[in-house]
């Protein structure tokens, strides 16, 4: 008989054990080992069999046995330590605080509070609110904050259902299938006023109709994180359905989603306030592009407050970060013009915003664009003054993806920057490695263990390496059973599954969401060559495989199942798995259990990658495309480069000399390098390799870093520029407004009309001089609204300036009718062809970028 309703009752815990309640849903246990450890110790068979869920486990304890533990001196006092541990954690100083009181920078400027919007976020495998990388990201972003004692406060969406979870039918096709989630069994608290009512936030609906949402919080350590879910009495069936999965459906219900995500998450951020006390936002950073209606509700809420609309954007973006993380058009988010129209202008939500404004924030008006959509990262970098990607390759790539919204600057002059990424290393880095690591001399904090990699002991780390190895074989052919008995096979049939994979063979992972730009079975050009390669008599290669594709992305299942058959052939099911539903839990003993971490995308449509970094910290080598990260940070002993055949146009051709190139680095490099043993049977030369990684590459891929970059190159600058136009009742947004417009009505009367050299010879020579001159006319403009600028570099042989440097001219002289000359030098520092040109921007002391207007004059 099937419940028509599902819910769960919370544990009432004895006195003694009160703080477990709170170490169970402050899910800082979840990178915090000793914390993990107590909970296990509560129950071992019931942990292991609750997947380490310490509320299940809570609620799953008898009052008996809860009596029992509250009579024991030693758990209650491990109970009364860990609690300890943790208020300690969460008051006391940490980087931030300190560089606030006067570390090596200016605390003063630093923001209170940083609002952080992703749609989804990775904390852990108790909490599903994640599908791949970007959410990933997002929770090992708040984790780090949280390490650091950065002020953010996370938001998002609660997904009923989450993302889905995925098994194999016996040919190998995906399913998909998606368990509901109940708030009151996750380690979430909801948002209620002070009469205990659960606490609401709304937004307009075309039709009159009212999207409400509950509001629940996750302790993730310092760092509160809010979600927003639609699943409230008083909404009709389609609004309460807006939270049901993640990225799912599309259309009106995605347009929804990013609304409730985006305008919603700021009204969750005015509920939070108001009821902790907590400070408002000084900065708002936007994960991608799906929450960028944040900025249309900030410019709504100050337009309410008496800005015109262009002071309230000049006031939201100055105060905004964007990120972006696709190098992949089809990965953008693009909604139709008239439905961003009818959920916009028809329902209400703009209050007095003119919605032809804001329709234009998303406008593909530039050269390729379609003017029938709403692009949701142009959208994005329009209300951003700080934008970047999340790579130096990538920020390259996204510079030349949307130079069309600089139009008359050169690509490299787009102002997108760029914070490589990097990853949670406590969360992670398998314990073992942390206490070799601690053991040799690095300390007990896996973000900063590198400095006992060198003194490793090569006996000790070849042995943990084996054990970590065997962790995943066992956990593999645990998994490929269940998976096996899920398509139908009987038990009876799957005996040879206890010989599947072998902790003494090299062992390869791959493990990525399956668009088919990632190159899933490009390992499966050459079959025959494949198999060669895992059968080897003496070098054998065994490959561990995981991965999820989209559930509306039938090309990407068809790649899933190629590799599903091909790992059922009983020739090589011995030496390849593919393992359903990857997830945290799976990755937590791949990452380390794998000797290399391959990725093969399609140079460069890789953003970042950041698998390959949790490997690395684990003592993995990288097998990689020069690409995301890798490109950054390879250096010829951390791993291999696979060459890629860059300018050749015919796809197919270009995977077979990638896949050849692929095959004979694994046949002639890696896997003579890992079976070369000395007298004592050790990989001498691997492991080296090994040691080099920890000690060199351990430092840049920390989650820590990246936070730290974000915090003193973005959400500083940020903050102050946004502090700056709202100090008297937003004077400053005003006068940028003001000037702005200034500028833009009367540009067109900006041009170069003369320029001049000289002070060099015919035949200048390296270090001299040329003396540049440039008559300009500014029409109603003065010299202080422009920078007139040489640009000078090499000359291609089509004139193009290549390689090129900017200087600012100097006003030497004002004329009648706005006419002024500006001089300045320029030294000839190398020899070859030299050239330059002469160009005016605009110029304002707030802006963050000479290009940030879009404006620009050039001589001709």
Not at 336 to 351: I, K, P, Q, T, W
Not at 368 to 397: I, K, T, Y
Not at 546 to 574: E, I, T, Y
Not at 696 to 707: N, Y
Request: net charge negative; hydrophobic share 40%; charged share 25%.
């Amino acid at each position: 008989m099937r419940a028509i309703r599902r819910f769960t009752v919370r544990t009432a815990l004895p006195a003694k054990l009160q703080p477990l309640g709170e170490l169970a849903t402050n899910l800082r246990w979840s990178w915090h080992a000793p914390t993990q450890d107590l909970f296990a110790s509560l129950d071992p068979e019931r942990w292991e069999a609750l997947r380490h869920d310490p509320v299940a486990l809570l609620g799953d304890l008898s009052p008996e046995r809860l009596a029992e533990l509250a009579a024991d001196r030693r758990v209650v006092a491990a109970v009364t330590a860990a609690s300890e541990d943790l208020r300690q954690y969460l008051t006391g100083d940490r980087w931030y605080q300190q560089q606030v009181a006067g570390g090596a920078q200016d605390g003063s400027s630093w923001p209170r509070s940083i609002a952080y919007f992703s749609p989804e976020f990775g904390i852990t495998s108790v909490l599903p609110q994640y599908s791949g990388g970007l959410g990933i990201l997002a929770g090992d972003h708040l984790k780090a904050a949280s390490d650091l004692g950065a002020p953010i406060v996370g938001v998002g969406l609660l997904y009923k259902a989450g993302y889905f979870k995925q098994a194999f039918t016996r040919d190998g096709w995906q399913t998909e299938t998606y368990p509901v989630s109940d708030p009151d069994g996750l380690p979430l608290t909801q948002l209620r006023e002070a009469d205990g009512s659960p606490a609401v936030i709304s937004l307009p609906l075309p039709g009159g109709r009212t999207l409400l949402a509950h509001v629940w919080k996750a302790d993730v350590g310092r760092v509160p994180l809010l979600l927003l879910d639609s699943d409230v009495t008083g909404n009709d069936e389609a609004a309460a359905g807006v939270t049901d999965r993640l990225y799912g459906g599309g259309g009106d219900h995605r347009l929804q989603q990013e609304l409730l995500l985006g305008a919603g998450g700021v009204r969750a951020l005015r509920l939070w306030s108001r009821l902790s006390g907590a400070p408002e936002p000084g900065v708002y950073h936007t994960n991608e592009g799906h929450a960028g209606f944040l900025g249309v509700e900030r410019i709504r809420e100050l337009t309410s407050q008496g800005l015109s609309f262009d002071e309230a954007v000049e006031a939201v973006r100055a105060a905004t970060v964007f990120t972006t993380h696709t190098p992949v058009p089809a990965g953008i988010d693009r909604f139709g013009r008239d439905a961003v129209s009818e959920h916009l202008g028809g329902s209400g939500l703009l209050g007095d915003v003119p919605l032809d404004r804001v329709l234009a924030l998303g406008a593909e008006d530039y050269d390729g664009g379609d003017p029938s959509v709403f692009n949701m990262a142009v959208m994005g970098f329009r209300l951003a003054q700080r934008a970047n990607g999340v790579s130096a390759l990538h920020g390259e790539v996204s510079r030349g993806m949307f130079s069309g919204l600089w139009p008359g600057f050169d690509a490299d002059e787009t102002p997108i920057t760029s914070i490589t990424n990097g990853v949670h290393a406590p969360t992670w880095v398998d314990r073992k490695v942390v206490d070799l690591l601690a053991a040799s001399g690095g300390g007990d904090d896996a973000s900063s263990q590198s400095g006992g990699a060198a003194a490793l002991d090569e006996q000790a780390l070849w042995a943990l390496r084996g054990e970590l190895r065997a962790q995943l074989v066992a956990d593999a052919r645990r998994r490929v059973r269940s998976s096996w008995l899920r398509r139908g096979a009987s038990p009876a049939e799957l005996g040879w599954v206890d010989d599947v994979l072998d902790p003494e063979v090299l062992t390869i992972g791959f493990a990525r969401r399956v668009p088919t730009y990632k190159r899933l079975t490009l390992m499966l050009r050459d079959p025959e060559r494949l198999k060669a390669l895992l059968t080897h008599p003496t070098r054998p290669v065994q490959l561990v495989i995981a991965g999820k594709s989209h559930p509306a992305d039938d090309s990407g299942k068809r790649l899933l199942q190629r590799m599903v058959q091909f790992a059922d052939d009983a020739g090589v099911r011995h030496r390849i798995v593919v393992l359903p539903n990857y997830d945290i839990r799976m990755a937590q003993t791949m990452y380390p259990g794998v000797d290399v971490w391959l990725n093969n995308p399609l140079r460069p449509l890789e953003a970042c990658g950041t698998s390959g970094m949790k490997a690395a910290l684990n003592g993995g080598l990288n097998l990689s495309i020069l690409d995301g990260w890798w490109d950054e940070w390879y250096d010829g002993e951390n791993g291999w480069a696979i060459p890629t055949a860059d300018g050749v146009e015919d796809a197919d051709r270009r995977d077979d000399l990638e896949a050849a190139a692929l095959y004979d680095l694994v046949e002639t490099q890696v896997a003579p390098r890992f079976y070369d043993r000395d007298a004592s049977g050790l990989p001498g030369r691997w492991l080296e390799m090994v040691k080099h990684t920890l000690a060199t590459l351990a430092p840049k891929v920390q989650a820590t870093r990246m936070v730290q970059d974000y915090v003193q190159r973005l959400y500083v600058p940020a903050a102050a520029s946004g502090a700056a136009l709202a100090a008297g009742d937003f004077a400053g947004a005003r006068d940028v407004a003001a000037w702005k417009g200034r500028v833009r009505a009367t540009w067109g009367g900006v041009r170069v009309d003369h320029v001049e050299s000289g002070g060099v010879g015919d035949s200048p020579e390296v270090g001299d001089e040329v003396r540049v001159a440039a008559y300009v006319s500014l029409g109603q403009l003065s010299p202080s609204d422009v920078d007139v600028q040489v640009v000078h570099g090499r000359v291609d042989v089509d004139d193009q300036l290549v390689d090129t440097a900017t200087g600012s001219l100097a006003l030497e002289e004002s004329y009648e009718e706005g006419r002024h000359l500006f001089s300045g030098t320029v030294a000839l520092r190398r020899s070859g062809a030299f050239g330059y040109t002469v160009r005016v921007l605009p110029k304002h002391a707030s802006q963050a970028s000479a290009t940030e207007t879009a404006l620009v004059t050039s001589a001709s």
